[in-house]
């Protein structure tokens, strides 16, 4: 026996409306309105999001380096990183040139050799080394 339902819902406008939701939402987290390379969203934070210069120095905010870590915010925000600390993750490591986002951790391996000729009294540059008689 086959049964057939009628569906009263249209499903093609219930997936259009999501579709347009989920695109809404998406743009406005890839919204730049002032232009300067950083999203709205990433700038919230601490940067204002409606202005090229914050701070008004005359770097737009994207080429700063809020953090002095040696990345632009521009940077930071392609990478996922924070502006406001030069050490994102902790590591003790400034983000600029290791994995901003990987806690480093390093072993510190001293070598060292020495030569015999250290390990003797100095000589005394061709002078005759004055005895204690010849000083009192």
Known sequence: MLILLTVLVSTTEMS????????????????????????????????????????????????????????????????????NKADTDGDKLEDYRFNPLKFESFTLIFAFSYASSLLQPPRSLGRKTPSVKEIT
């Open 16 to 83: 259009s409306n999501v579709l347009a939701f989920e695109s809404e939402r998406a743009d406005y987290y890839e919204i730049d309105t002032d232009g300067d390379g950083l999203k709205d969203i990433y700038e919230m934070e601490i940067l204002n999001p409606k202005e090229k210069d914050s701070d008004g120095n005359g770097i737009p905010d994207g080429n700063e380096d809020t953090d002095n870590d040696g990345l632009t915010n521009l940077e930071e925000q392609d990478l996922g990183t924070n502006i």
